[in-house]
Structure formats: structure tokens, C-alpha cells
């Protein structure tokens, strides 16, 4: 017997934990470990979804903090109602409504962002091998949660009009799907918008087969141009039944800062309730601190004007990102240049294997994500996620010639 | 056919949803209902979980506020890390060490209120059906939150030194438990405080039999008067191999406030990293703006005079509560005073049924939570719980005196 066995925790054997199956099943992308040299300061960052943080209204976000703690401290500071704060729900209502969406028979819940508004829609309807369809490729963070509640997540293939939901009617499924979740505008990653055409037959299809659909606007704010379409919850007014199938979700993170972490989530009045009860066992409440800092915000009218802002930046910049990007690859890189959201998603008609591309990318000083990373299953090789939020014109630039520098490289490698 | 089936969706029958069975087993508190009219402000509430709003570090947290816009606003506004903000986190391990908390080995996540930390572990560990052990009676968010996950939980019953944790080899378990859950300083809603004497032997059946123990230690931070006990995670350094089976959670909320919605997790590093790839499907990462304005304010030095004086308010409540409950009710109502916390817990040795007791309480003019809501199955119906953290001791005697009303009455009716 070994004569240490008790001197130190660390010669003992290690621990043996048995996760849950659904957290084993969880794995750190890959990507993410790659992408870690893309934070330094001198790697051009093509790989982010982040927003520009020099962007920020921190002004605004100042003197609308200094207004909650003057006007009503224990409202930012004591515990709150699970819905949300009275001011913010009302607030982020009358958005709502703006956008031609009727509240009646719907209820609006604040959210720790609009993650956890997709975690608790999981959560509330997902069994077991339930079925949910999403589009292909997918917004990974939106797969993990459905898979963490135990489903099975089926993909439409997308075009140039978004989502291919007519497959809806040919696809084999195993059971019934319980959900579909498509993000409408400018998804992430490929940058499509699902057509009006298309928002109107899935309607009609949820209607008839009685599955919710939830639709996830994260980016519908940052369009720059081009004619902004209904929303589907908007459009289920005109659908006869379809109101009831219709669930939504959005956030402040692209239109106001993400460190707040407060997205919302409005569905049909009975489901709600039902999921403020599922809420309430996640966190209680999301922070009143934020909630308030953020109804003070959006009173004060800053809001237009800031987006105003911030499309401005954006549209610039992918401008000269997709500039770029035609002068330095030509036909050897196809994309079409979306009308808002802070992505471009390109494929290499030379076939490219965009991973294999990356270190050479990250070793020339830019990084992107490689396509395959948004895809569950088989996923094509070809593809890459440019993101043009975050880098000046200049630095895109610069980041472009970086990209055709590794990729030359790998032509004669 | 009717008519008007197209016109209003209304007419339509009501659709019916098909909730996940845990999201269908969620009941609504019916206190939560009964409770509703405490809210009024003539009613004397003793029946609330909050701290006094009223000693709220409002300027502190103003200055924490201004120090972090004006220093990084980024580092508050931009995404952050799942695990959360650097500077948090090491202020929150200090805190930790100072209370004899070895972090070797171990890591410190930060939650959206300790109630996330909860639904981490449980989505972390639990497969539909699993047993969790916690106290009778217990935190009722904590078995929402295990339920949720699909767990049974079984209760231990407590007597004056805590949760009966002995009863742990006895028990007849249906599989072996995946978690024990306590709240190990003046409990919710006991006030029972768990022995030295069962802290060990608590650590030491979790390293004989591998099971994990979580400490949740929101109430810590109120003793205000006895030996401060060491924590599981403090003692476990002790118990050969009982380290790695030790997680625990705590607060900001009781400290400074519950608004910032910020909790923190502490387990072994590699029960962490699983811990935060469920987290991140949960809500990607919890508030950085909470969390920076948190750090400015650990760093500001203010929390150890805030502490003194929240403690000193609460003691002078607690004693008039409890004085005034002896002269109110004499032998009629038994309870023990504990050293800190929130909470009285008393029970009528006349048999006097709480929860009957409860209307004529609230037409009296005060409110307390009857003691049954506090158990999952068989309950005893002749305790009460008294909060005694919101209200002034002058309205405190006044709220014994119409529970004492109400009292009579019972007696009389």
C-alpha cells in the first residue's frame, strides 16, 4: 500500500462524476478552443458575434442608471416579479405593438437574454426524443439547449429565401414536432431572410398541425436596407388559428448592449404563465438592477438615434468587407451581401476546406468561424461566417488580404 | 356551420398545448395566491423572503455604478464570460478564502442568483428519476428547481442542530441519491442551523459514498450573534476525500441586493467545466453590467459598514419580534430564537391550524407564510413562518398584536 495515500488529495484517485446524460452529452465546440488565438490584439477578428463595443451608448446607459437609483432605488434593487419589471414589460410592449404585433391574448416575459427565453421554451414543451426543426445551418448555442432538454433537432436546409419549410411536409419525422425554431431575419450564420411567402405557409402549416413556431429576431434591428417584412407574429393575425402557434423572441443585446442580458419573450397567454413558472425555477427573476437601467433607456429616446448610429457603422463596414472580399477572391468566393445583421456567409467555389484554412488564416493575423462549425451532422467544407461587426473598414480590409494571403498559400500547399 | 367561425379567434376553441410532463408538474404556489392581498400596504407583512429594502447601499452602488462605466464600460456592456467577469469572480474567491475556503482544485462560477446555481447542478447530475436529499421542511424554489430536472426529492427532518443528516444511512433510498441539498445556516424556512458535529459526519458519508453535497449559504452573512460556524467547503479540507464532493453556493443578495440577480458556484474544476457548458445553454453568461458594478462595489470597500448596519437592524427586529410573540402568546407558541438569518419559525403548541389561521390574519392586517407550504408531502399544519428582515420593530409589535386578534378569534370561532 502506498505509504502517501492520505498526505494529499491530489495523489488520491480522481473523482469519479457521473454528470447527468443530457450535461454529458455537451461539448465544448472545438472552434471555440481554435478561435482563442483569434483574441489577441493583433489577430483580426472576422470570427466574433459580437456587437461594436464602441458603439455603445454608455452616455445614455449612464444617465439612465443614475435615473433608476434616484427615481425608485428598491426597484432596481429588490427582488422583482418573475415576468419582469412593470415599466420594462410595458416598454418592450410598445415596441411590440410598433411593429404590428397585437398583444391580445399573448403575454410578454422579460428574459435573461434571449438564450434563456430559447431554454425555457425547451423547457416547457420538450420531452424526452422530442422533435424540434430548425433551420440547417444553425445558430449552435439554440441546438444545445434544445438538446440539453432531451430533443432531437431536425434541419431545413436554407436559400435565398430563407428556411425551406415546405420540407416541412415531406420530412420523415419520428414523431410529431413539438417545436420549430427559425431566427427570420439575417440568421445566424448564413445571413438569409425567410420570405414573406414563406412566413405565410409556415403559418398556415403550424396552424393546421397545431406546432409552435418561435421566431428569434435578434438582428431585425439592424437592418440597413431593403423593405423590413411583418414579423411572423404579426402576419399570424391575418392567418385564421395561427396566433396561437406563434411564439417570439427578441433581445436589447443588438439594439441597446448585451452585458444587460435582457431579452424578452412573448407567447399565447396560456403558455406564459406556464412558463413564468418555469422561469421562476431557473433564476427567480432576471436582475431588476438591468431591467430598470434599461426601461430608464429606452423612456429617455436615445434609441433611434443610436441605431441610427450603429446601422450607419454597419452598413459600412459590410460594405467594405463585401467590397474586399470580390477584389481579393473574385469568383473563387460567392456570398450575397445581406440588407442587415452583422454576418456574411461565403463559400469558396474552388472548394476550399475552410477549416483546414484556418490556422494558416490565424498564423497571417485574421481569424473567421469555418462553416462546418454550424451544422449538427454532415456539414459541407466550403463554407465560412464573416462577421463585420466589430473591425473598422480599414482593419477589414486588412483582414481580407491577410485571408487571401493564407489561402494562396494553402492553393500551393 | 357557425358563422362566425373566421371573425374573432377568440370563438375559436381554445387550443390545446402539449407541455413537457416537468413543466406540466409545476404548481403554482397557492400561498403565492392567498398572499397576494399582503401586498396592500395596510397589511403588516411577516410573510416576505426580501431584505429590507430600505438599507439598500443605494449611493455605494451609484458610485460602483459610475466607477464602472467611466473605467471599462465595455467590460460591462460586451458579452462575457460564461464563467463570469474577471474581477468578480476574484473578489468573490477572496471572499471565499477569507472564510477558510481552499480553492485549489476547485472553481468559482458565476450564477444569476444562487437559485441558477441550483438549476446548474440539477441539469448537471440529475436523470429523470433521480433522489435528491434535502431538509424538511425546505426551500421551495430548490425542490421547483430538482423537480424540473426530474428528480424525487426525499426530506430529512431537522431538529435543533439542523437537518437530521444521520438518518442518511438509514433511509430506505429507491437508488442511491445523486445529491444532498442543505442550507446549512438559518435555514429557509426553519432558521436551524446544521451542527458541527453533522457537518462532519455529513463529509464524511459524501466521501465514503460518493455523493455530492451542496451547501447553499445564502444567510451566512446575517449572524448576528453566536460562533460563526465553518462552512462544508472549509471543513471538508479535513475529511480525507470528502473535498471533491463538497459544491457550494451563496449570494450576493442578502449581502448588497437581490436586483443584481448574482449568485456564485463553487465546485471541483472538473464538475465546473461541465457546470458551465450547461450554464452557457441556460443564458450564455449572467448580466457583466451586474456583474462590474458588483465588483466596483466589493473593491470599494464599503460592504463591511453596509453589513454592520443590515445586521444591526435585523437583530433589533428579530429581538422585538420574538419579544413581542412571548407576550403575545406565552406558552401558547413555541420557537427558538436564532442567531442571524431572516426568519422566525414557531409552531402553536394548542394545535392552532396556520393555514385556517391565515384569512383572518390577513383581515387583522398582517400576513405570515402558514408552515405547511414549506413541506412537499405530509406537513404539520401548526406552524408558522415569520419574517422579521422588512418591517420596523414598532410595526412588527403591531403585526403580533393583529395576529394575536386573529388568534382569539380562532379560538372563540
Known amino acids: 500500500m502506498s505509504t502517501d495515500q492520505n498526505t494529499d488529495q491530489n495523489t488520491q484517485p480522481a473523482p469519479r462524476y457521473a454528470l447527468s446524460a443530457r450535461a454529458a452529452a455537451l461539448r465544448s465546440s472545438d472552434v471555440r478552443e481554435l478561435l482563442k488565438a483569434a483574441q489577441q490584439a493583433q489577430v483580426i477578428s472576422l470570427a466574433g458575434g459580437l456587437p461594436a463595443a464602441e458603439l455603445f451608448d454608455t452616455e445614455g446607459l449612464r444617465a439612465a442608471t443614475l435615473a433608476a437609483l434616484d427615481t425608485n432605488p428598491a426597484a432596481a434593487l429588490q427582488y422583482g416579479l418573475t415576468e419582469g419589471q412593470t415599466a420594462l414589460r410595458e416598454a418592450l410592449q410598445a415596441r411590440e405593438r410598433e411593429q404590428g404585433i397585437a398583444l391580445a391574448g399573448r403575454a410578454l416575459l422579460v428574459t435573461t437574454g434571449s438564450q434563456q427565453a430559447l431554454d425555457i421554451v425547451a423547457r416547457l414543451l420538450l ?41 416541412l411536409e415531406t420530412m420523415a419525422f419520428p414523431r410529431k414536432p413539438k417545436l420549430v425554431y427559425l431566427v427570420t431575419p439575417f440568421a445566424n450564420p448564413s445571413g438569409a431572410t425567410l420570405s414573406l411567402r414563406r412566413r405565410r405557409w409556415l403559418l398556415e402549416w403550424a396552424a393546421r398541425n397545431e406546432v409552435l413556431v418561435l421566431e428569434d429576431d435578434p438582428y431585425g434591428v439592424l437592418r440597413t436596407e431593403g423593405q423590413e417584412l411583418p414579423s411572423l407574429a404579426a402576419l399570424a393575425q391575418d392567418v385564421p388559428g395561427a396566433r396561437a402557434w406563434v411564439g417570439r423572441t427578441s433581445t ?17 397567454t396560456a403558455l406564459a404563465e406556464a412558463a413564468a413558472r418555469v422561469k421562476q425555477s431557473m433564476d427567480l427573476h432576471t436582475s431588476s438592477f438591468a431591467q430598470e437601467v434599461a426601461a430608464h433607456y429606452l423612456a429617455g429616446g436615445r434609441l433611434p438615434a443610436h441605431l441610427a448610429r450603429v446601422r450607419g457603422a454597419y452598413r459600412e463596414r459590410r460594405r467594405a468587407l463585401c467590397q474586399a472580399l470580390r477584389e481579393a477572391f473574385g469568383g ?23 477549416r483546414a484554412l484556418l ?11 469555418p462553416g462546418d462549425a454550424f451544422y449538427a451532422g454532415a456539414a459541407p467544407r466550403d463554407r465560412l461566417r464573416l462577421s463585420f461587426s466589430t473591425e473598422t473598414p480599414e482593419r477589414l480590409r486588412e483582414g481580407v488580404a491577410r485571408l487571401r494571403k493564407a489561402w494562396e ?5
Open 127 to 167: 420531452d424526452e426524443g422530442d422533435v424540434v426543426v430548425v433551420q440547417r445551418p444553425s445558430y449552435l448555442a439554440a441546438l444545445q439547449t434544445f438538446n440539453l432538454a432531451g430533443a432531437q433537432c431536425l434541419g431545413l436546409d436554407e436559400d435565398e429565401e430563407g428556411a425551406r419549410v415546405e420540407d
Open 359 to 369: 490556422p494558416a488564416a490565424l498564423a497571417a493575423g485574421m481569424a473567421f468561424v
Open 332 to 354: 473563387a468566393l460567392e456570398f450575397s451581401e445581406p440588407e442587415g445583421g452583422m454576418f456574411l456567409w461565403a463559400h469558396f467555389t474552388d472548394g476550399t476546406d475552410t
Open 409 to 413: 498559400a494553402s492553393r500551393r500547399g
Open 252 to 268: 436589447l443585446s443588438k439594439a441597446v448592449a448585451p452585458g444587460l442580458r435582457l431579452g424578452w419573450l412573448v407567447l399565447p
